[in-house]
């Protein structure tokens, strides 16, 4: 908010709002996903601890990747990509 003050963007920020009624809604939902991934981790590092919550992390944007690549054929992952993916997945299994 400050940011945006500051640079003169809030105006049109809420102009651009105002001509476009549905981004009010889009905002605030990512506002709410927002509020509830810091939930997420602030709940993992008190109940558990920092390495949980890495990991999790790490096997999300794993996942992700791997999701990524298959559903689009023309972004197919390379061997070395695949490769790297598989050492993630290979460490996460030891830590456990």
């Given at each position: 908010f400050l940011l945006a003050v500051c640079t003169g963007q809030l105006a049109d920020g809420v102009s651009?709002?105002?001509r476009h009624p549905g981004m009010q809604n889009a905002?605030?939902?990512y506002a709410l996903a927002s509020v509830l991934g810091q939930l997420f981790v602030y709940f993992t590092i008190t109940?558990?601890?920092p390495l949980v919550l890495s990991t999790?992390?790490?096997t999300r944007k794993i996942f992700s990747t791997v999701y990524s690549a298959a559903r689009s054929p023309g972004s197919a992952m390379s061997g070395m990509q695949i490769g790297?993916?598989?050492g993630v997945f290979a460490a996460i299994?030891?830590?456990t």
């Open positions: 651009f709002c105002n905002i605030a939902y109940e558990f601890d999790v992390t790490t790297g993916g598989a299994a030891g830590e």
